[in-house]
């Protein structure tokens, strides 16, 4: 459930017998061939499968994270820290005087952390938060060790068919060593296309695979949420 298809009288409905909803956090950031979206694409869809399954609500996404290291690719938009923690705390606060309570905030950007003021609304016992980074987690890292692969930026382990606008390259790329930064080159020169190195894709099977684990994963976090 969106809250874009509904009307404030369905939400103020849900909260009679639930107080959970997912916000989602990611990235306008340029990732090689997939598209700029692909930190808010992924979540999303994780985000309405687990909806679907635990009937909750899903908000709209922040679509910009941290993503200043790589800011000189055209396309990228990004926040300071201090700016994404104060919209994440006021988006949060704002759902709490309304009645929230469970807040699954499901991360898609690498650059972003969980503001401290959040973790401390956690531990004071204000509200029950859980953050997540889906591409961070021990179904992710069992799929990688499975499979004998090493999940990146903008490499097969964000490839999905939803989030393709160009055909990618068929061959690996060599990982990308960041320590060249320190030698004065510029991130544009060392990245390249963008992608951090390995395959830019894999069977769309696999994927599929990995993206059922990671719905399953979240499916878990998110019943833990309840009150």
């Known amino acids: 459930m969106r809250l874009e298809d509904l009307n404030w009288m369905d939400v103020e409905s849900y909260l009679q017998t639930d107080d959970r909803i997912i916000l989602i956090t990611g990235a306008t950031e340029q990732h090689a061939y997939l598209s700029l979206l692909t930190d808010i694409l992924i979540p999303s869809r994780i985000a309405l499968a687990v909806a679907q399954r635990e009937q909750v609500l899903v908000a709209p996404p922040l679509n910009f994270g941290q993503s200043a ?26 759902l709490l ?21 959040l973790q401390d609304m956690k531990l004071d016992g204000l509200a029950r938060i ?17 499979h004998q692969l090493k999940s990146d930026h903008a490499n097969w382990g964000e490839n999905f068919t939803f989030n393709r606008v ?39 099977r696999l994927m599929q695979n990995l993206f059922d684990q990671v719905v399953d994963e979240i499916s878990g976090i998110m019943q833990g949420l309840a009150r």
């Not at 005087?97 to 003021?117: A, D, E, K």
């Open 166 to 204: 160009a055909d990618s390259p068929a061959e690996v790329k060599t990982p990308v060593n960041l320590g060249y930064l320190e030698e004065g080159k510029s991130v544009r020169d060392v990245l390249g296309d963008g992608s951090f190195g390995g395959p830019y894709q894999i069977d769309d």
């Open 130 to 146: 859980a953050w997540h980074s889906w591409f961070d987690s021990p179904v992710v890292a069992a799929f990688e060790q499975e």
């Open 69 to 94: 290291f790589l800011a000189t690719f055209p396309g990228t938009i990004s926040l300071s820290k201090p700016t994404f923690d104060m919209v994440m705390v006021e988006i949060l606060q704002t």
């Open 97 to 117: 005087h309304q009645g929230f309570g469970g807040f699954l905030i499901l991360n898609g950007h690498g650059g972003n952390t969980f503001p401290r003021q």
